[in-house]
Antibody, heavy 125, light 107 residues
Framework: QVQLQESGPGLVKPSGTLSLTCTVS?????????WSWIRQPPGKGLEWIGE???????NYNPSLKSRVTMSVDKSKNQFSLKLTSVNAADTAVYYC??????????????????WGIGTTVTVSS | DIQMTQSPSSLSASVGDRVTITCRAS??????LNWYQQKPGKVPNLLIY???SLQSGVPSRFSGSGSGTDFTLTITSLQPEDFATYYC?????????FGGGTKVEIK
């Protein structure tokens, strides 16, 4: 079973850059998988930030696209998230996750089936 | 973006009750709809995918239905461990979007 572990600073100053890394164990970052980032502000719902494939292809949430960069490090079996110009609204638990899926005829149904434990990032001076 | 609207936002129920949660998409998403359960301080857990397929290991008291824009998660005979927040999520197109959540509380 693939496991994910987020790491990075728990406190980021306003206008600074949030940088998180997700380490993949029990599987290869080069597998046919989209690697995702999802966040959850305190007491609120889930927001998909974006995803990256091992080739480097990305899909970002348009609401964050101008501030987000994702990357893959195959040598370390890791993928990363950078979010620039952060403010208090970016305070959240950040999860890395795997978008799995299931084929039924011509259709491919995707879902988030593996999550990291999450890491809390607070934006504050 | 496809907007997902859940109702109710919260409900109170007793052990043994039948509970129904509704999720509506802002446009047709066929059956590209997933349901998750999240307990306080825990990671979301996939319950249902493709609108009605039960994820492995999930109790059969959970079921999903619907297609197009209207979907339902049903819990027959609510158990103590089912008190949690439930989220729907569309996988029809990116950005993936979640409903606002339904908190199921003890009556």
């Amino acid at each position: 079973q693939v496991q994910l572990q987020e790491s990075g600073p728990g406190l980021v100053k306003p206008s600074g850059t949030l940088s998180l890394t997700c380490t993949v164990s029990g599987g290869s970052i080069s597998s046919s998988t989209w690697w995702s980032w999802i966040r959850q502000p305190p007491g609120k719902g889930l927001e998909w930030i974006g995803e990256i494939y091992h080739s480097g292809s990305t899909n970002y949430n348009p609401s964050l696209k101008s501030r987000v960069t994702m990357s893959v490090d195959k040598s370390k079996n890791q993928f990363s998230l950078k979010l620039t110009s952060v403010n208090a609204a970016d305070t959240a638990v950040y999860y890395c996750a795997i978008k799995g899926g299931y084929s039924s005829g011509p259709r491919y149904y995707s879902y988030i089936d593996v999550w990291g434990i999450g890491t809390t990032v607070t934006v504050s001076s | 973006d496809i907007q997902m609207t859940q109702s109710p936002s919260s409900l109170s129920a007793s052990v043994g009750d039948r509970v129904t949660i509704t999720c509506r998409a802002s446009q047709s998403i066929s059956t590209y709809l997933n349901w998750y359960q999240q307990k306080p301080g825990k990671v979301p857990n996939l319950l249902i995918y493709a609108a009605s397929s039960l994820q492995s290991g999930v109790p059969s008291r959970f079921s999903g239905s619907g297609s197009g824009t209207d979907f339902t998660l049903t819990i027959t005979s609510l158990q103590p461990e089912d008190f949690a927040t439930y989220y729907c999520q569309q996988s029809y197109s990116t950005p993936l979007t979640f409903g606002g959540g339904t908190k199921v509380e003890i009556k």
